[in-house]
């Protein structure tokens, strides 16, 4: 049974750190790129960062350049999104996800696994 489970979110003042981690099961995790998604209140889900298979290759939205760090540890199978400075616009719902796909840019269809999802919010 496939499974991704993340885990961390929660509430940060504007400027704080969080790290959402993501435990993957039930596939062979170190032959799927894997990404993080996010979905505002009423926001279509956008794409947040994605990472190769072996995780030497990353890839990031714009509007989190320089302040998120996407990671993975495949000998734990899991996955990590650092995040500092945060702005109240980050808050969201935070999900990962796991494509067999190579390439940037996939659509969120691409993807074939998905976690739950864990809730970050930031206070300003």
């Known amino acids: 049974q496939v499974q991704l489970v993340e885990s961390g979110g929660g509430l940060v003042q504007a400027g704080g750190s969080l790290r959402v981690s993501c435990v993957a099961s039930g596939f062979t995790f170190r032959m799927y790129a894997m990404g993080w998604f996010r979905q505002g209140a009423g926001k279509e889900r956008e794409f947040v960062a994605a990472?190769?298979?072996?995780?030497?290759?990353?890839n990031y939205t714009e509007s989190v350049k320089g302040r998120f760090t996407i990671s993975r540890d495949n000998a734990k199978n899991t996955l990590y999104l650092q995040m500092n400075s945060l702005k109240p616009e980050d808050t969201a719902v935070y999900y990962c996800?796991?494509?067999?796909?190579?390439?940037?840019?996939?659509?969120?269809?691409?993807?074939?696994?998905w976690g739950q999802g864990t809730q970050v919010t930031v206070s300003s």
């Open positions: 990472i190769s298979w072996i995780g030497g290759s990353t």
């Open positions: 996800a796991a494509t067999p796909w190579t390439g940037w840019g996939l659509p969120p269809q691409k993807y074939l696994y």
